[in-house]
């Protein structure tokens, strides 16, 4: 090289501790990100879907208590209707 006598396990270990920490400050970053609940299961979750054709498909999410029915294929996702969640068994109140 030009004059350098730099042992190649003192940048191997160099990469491995940049990566490391690189490693922890992405973990940091996702597990405290502002305004985002550190809870899982707290983002939305897909209950179903169906294809309307080879290019529109309707989905079904759940997002925290409300179901929404969004439209999707199109330029611009569509929300259809917005519904509470049923119950954690997935059926009706009793009486309605």
Do not use: K
Request: aromatic share 4%; hydrophobic share 55%; glycine share 10%.
């Amino acid at each position: 090289m030009i004059g350098l006598d730099i042992d190649p396990s003192r940048i191997a270990l160099a990469i491995v501790i940049v990566g490391t920490l690189l490693l922890v400050v992405q973990y940091l970053v996702r597990r405290f990100r502002p305004g985002m609940a550190a809870v899982a299961g707290a983002g939305p979750i897909l209950v179903a879907q169906c294809s309307l054709d080879m290019r529109q498909r309707i989905v079904v999410i759940r997002y925290g208590q409300t179901d929404h029915l969004i439209l999707l294929g199109n330029a611009v996702p569509i929300v259809v209707a917005q519904q509470p969640a049923p119950g954690p068994l997935g059926m009706a109140e009793a009486g309605s």
